[in-house]
């Protein structure tokens, strides 16, 4: 394994085929059974001077050939299959009590993963004494107070193993709330796993805690690339939400699995992208055919001539007015002049429409920036095959291969701005106004012009002025872009270390 060491100093490394095993001792003959020191070896009846019984056979209940077979079904499952078959059972039972999966695990391995005595348990009406029998914390129930959690994150804390001081982040324990620090923790699964050969019932290493060990908390270190057709495991040292890059080139986030998303933290990345999938699609059309009940606020289509309009809401039944979206009632029986815009009920529910069109707005406003530098993005992956002809080119001009690779480095730049752009604008899509946020704003401003003018350089430039005219406009407008970027982030972060930011919560 080789070990890789990022721009921040998070280390790790990968593990290939991580659940494999290379076995070089010889595995014991066919017919020996290994008993500790002891073997015993299995010897065929009819060499040991008996006959086979002929009457027995696979699936029997060993009678003789004159008596009537009962019939006793069974199977011979491999490793795959009874996997395949815990996560069924795990499956079929979640669908029903809808627990984390790790939790459901430990559950059925109780029950020696009999789903229907769990199941018969787990609606007997007393669930709290259930997970007391388990070993495992009621995730229905809030987390027991944290042991650290109103110490600061940046404070040093004594691990209660070993007693060194390590950062709070290189610290993780169960839903108990004991925490320790990951070299004890590794050392301690290590310890029970392969030492002492326990596996399932692997309980919390504070003095009498009986919580067991989830599936989570042994896998945290270990993350599969995300990248399509990826076989490979990103190992490190302590989870967090760092960079990190694959062998195959996908550089993710290692705590949620995106794409690496500075300057926005994982908590809004996930609300983001969960409100494009649900409203990206059907925003603009919205905007521009539909109003909102003035009383439910459901989103309503007109598909007639007449504004009287009524709800279809089986609980609503409004009856309004298209126009003013005021009540119908006063408009009368009779056609009607719709002057009544002064009225409190119909301005309140114009203002109460403009505010969910504002809303609207606003997040198309923030959602169309982020798919265009998205957009770029992937454009600016093609300029390379473009910049690798230009620079040979350059080459057969009496310039040396290092003399020309500013234009590679330049490509790479601009596509790091693109992306921290990109991010950007989920990042202050959730930022509420204050002096910061105007800060940050006027630096967003100017990484974003000079990465168009860079992009327009590149596009369009190298192919049309002097090759030292490219050469110093290029190393210029790159370095620049590099610098204003920095700026941006540290502003950022220091945003997060003094809690400067303010958030608006979707």
């Known amino acids: 394994n080789k070990v890789m060491d990022s721009d921040e100093g998070y280390n790790y490394d990968f593990d290939e085929d991580e659940c494999s095993e290379d076995s070089g001792a010889e595995e014991p003959g066919e017919d020996t059974l290994e008993l500790g020191e002891d073997e015993v070896e299995l010897v065929d009846p009819a060499e040991a001077g008996g006959e086979r019984d002929e009457g027995l056979e696979t699936g029997g209940s060993g009678h003789g050939t004159g008596q009537e077979e009962e019939d006793y079904r069974f199977e011979v499952l491999t490793a795959e299959q009874i996997l395949q078959h815990m996560v069924e059972c795990i499956r079929e039972v979640n669908e029903v009590i809808q627990n984390p999966a790790t939790i459901t695990r430990i559950l059925l391995s109780h029950f020696n993963w009999d789903r229907e005595k769990l ?12 997970f007391s029998e388990c070993h495992v914390i009621n995730p229905c129930k809030k987390s027991r107070t944290r042991l650290m959690s109103t110490r600061s994150a940046a404070q040093d804390l004594p691990c209660q193993i ?14 108990c709330g004991h925490k320790f620090c990951l070299q ?11 030492e002492e050969g326990v596996g399932q019932t692997i309980s919390c290493p504070a003095h009498s805690c009986d919580i067991l060990v989830d599936d989570n908390t042994c896998n945290r270190l270990l993350k599969w690339c995300p990248a399509p057709d990826c076989h490979h495991v990103v190992k490190v040292q302590y989870p967090d939400a760092k960079p990190v890059r694959c062998k195959c080139g996908r550089q993710f986030c290692f705590n949620c699995g995106e794409n690496w998303h500075d300057p926005v933290k994982c908590k809004w990345l996930r609300k983001w992208i969960k409100k494009c999938d649900d409203d990206s699609e059907t925003s603009n059309w919205i ?6 009940c003035p009383k439910c606020h459901v989103t309503i289509e007109k598909d007639g001539g007449c504004n009287h309009m009524v709800c279809r809401n089986q609980s609503c039944k409004a009856e309004f007015c298209w126009v003013c979206l005021g009540p119908w009632e006063p408009h009368g029986s009779a056609w009607y002049n719709c002057n009544r815009y002064n009225e409190d009920d119909a301005k309140a529910a114009r203002d109460a429409q403009e505010r969910s069109r504002a809303m609207l707005q606003r ?43 500013f234009l590679k480095k330049a490509v790479d730049v601009l596509c790091q701005c ?18 910061q946020s105007i800060i940050f704003e006027n630096n967003q401003a100017d990484l974003e012009n000079c990465t168009e003018t860079l992009s327009g350089y590149l596009e369009r430039d190298i192919s049309q002025d002097s090759l030292q005219d490219i050469k110093q406009k290029v190393q210029d407008k790159y370095r620049y872009c590099e610098s204003r970027r920095r700026v941006l982030l540290q502003h950022v972060h220091e945003g997060y270390e003094k809690d400067q930011w303010e958030y608006i919560e979707d």
């Not at 199941?119 to 259930?130: A, I, P, Q, S, T």
């Not at 709070?168 to 324990?173: H, I, L, M, R, W």
């Open 162 to 175: 070993c007693y060194l001081n390590y950062p709070n982040s290189y610290f993780t324990g169960l839903e």
């Open 287 to 292: 905007a521009a055919n539909t109003k909102e």
């Open 363 to 405: 997040y198309l406003f923030y959602c169309n920036r982020y798919m265009n530098h998205m957009q770029s993005l992937r454009f600016e992956h093609k300029l390379y095959a473009g910049v690798k002809a230009k620079m040979e080119e350059m080459q057969q001009h009496n310039m040396s291969w290092i003399e020309v690779q």
């Open 184 to 194: 004890c923790w590794g050392d301690y699964l290590t310890t029970k796993i392969i």
């Open 119 to 130: 199941m018969e348990r787990y609606f007997d009406g007393n669930v709290d004494k259930l």
């Open 418 to 435: 693109r992306s921290t752009l990109m991010f950007t604008y989920v990042f202050a899509f959730y930022l509420k106004k204050n002096n």
